[in-house]
């Protein structure tokens, strides 16, 4: 398995709280990646990062920012996290220029925002 | 990119072949087939790969009509442990779009003893 860790796993927090969740990759791949995944949704993408301090939006990325100032870490960053928030999040991340699209998934992270 | 739609849900028995079938009427020329399997309380993980013809690997095969319009997922000889949500993508080669890859809700099988 790809070395990929994600951190909280779970985290409970009340509406308006600031929250950071971090991933963090041992494998040197350019590409990261933070998506969320909510039933009858399946994954949406947040934010991905291409590069040390180069991020961009996917389709879900209002309330969300993100940072990677490091090659092996991308950080999400609820500002004020809000209910509809609560999901499970999940951390990818890829290597440009290879045949194949695939992405390696860490284990998710579990927030309920209450 | 284009838009893929699957079944939603499949059931089999532990030993049988399942075959999950997914359309891409607008796939562009440059698009590759992927397919991805997730576990509960797991990431997605990459099973297999293809852009024409036939694609087999240890996990499952993939079959590619010469129009590319749709694709089919083989499972040969399901477990229990197969149960899991299968995710169809299509997505172009290009630095572009890496990693810009659409999840849709998938397919999911579950076997039955």
């Known amino acids: 398995d790809a070395g990929i860790t994600q951190s909280p796993r779970h985290k409970v927090t009340e509406t308006g709280t600031p929250v950071t969740l971090r991933c963090h990759q041992t494998?040197?791949?350019?590409?990261m990646y933070w998506y969320r995944q909510d039933p009858g949704h399946g994954l949406r993408l947040i934010h991905y990062?291409?590069?040390?301090?180069?991020?961009d939006k996917g389709e879900v990325s209002d309330g969300y920012s993100v940072s990677r100032s490091k090659t092996e870490d991308f950080l999400l960053t609820l500002e004020s996290a809000t209910s509809s928030q609560t999901s499970v999040y999940f951390c990818?991340?890829?290597?440009?220029?290879?045949?194949?699209?695939?992405?390696?998934f860490g284990p998710g992270t579990r927030l309920t925002v209450t | 990119l284009a838009k893929t739609t699957q079944p939603i849900s499949m059931d089999s028995y532990e030993g049988q072949e399942v075959n999950i079938t997914c359309s891409h009427n607008?796939?562009?020329?440059?698009?590759?087939i992927t397919w991805y399997q997730q576990f509960p309380s797991q990431g997605p993980r990459f099973i297999i790969q293809?852009?024409?013809t036939k694609v087999t690997n240890e996990v499952a095969s993939l079959f590619i009509p010469a129009d590319r319009k749709s694709s089919t997922l083989s499972l040969p000889r399901v477990s229990l442990s197969d149960t899991a949500v299968y995710y169809c993508?299509?997505?172009?080669?290009?630095?572009?779009?890496?990693?810009?890859?659409?999840f849709g809700q998938g397919t999911t099988l579950q076997v039955k003893p």
């Open positions: 990818a991340i890829s290597e440009p220029g290879q045949p194949s699209y695939e992405q390696y």
């Open positions: 494998e040197n791949h350019r590409y």
């Open positions: 990062s291409y590069g040390v301090k180069d991020t």
């Open positions: 607008n796939i562009a020329t440059n698009d590759y």
């Open positions: 293809g852009y024409k």
């Open positions: 993508l299509v997505a172009p080669r290009g630095s572009s779009n890496t990693g810009k890859l659409i």
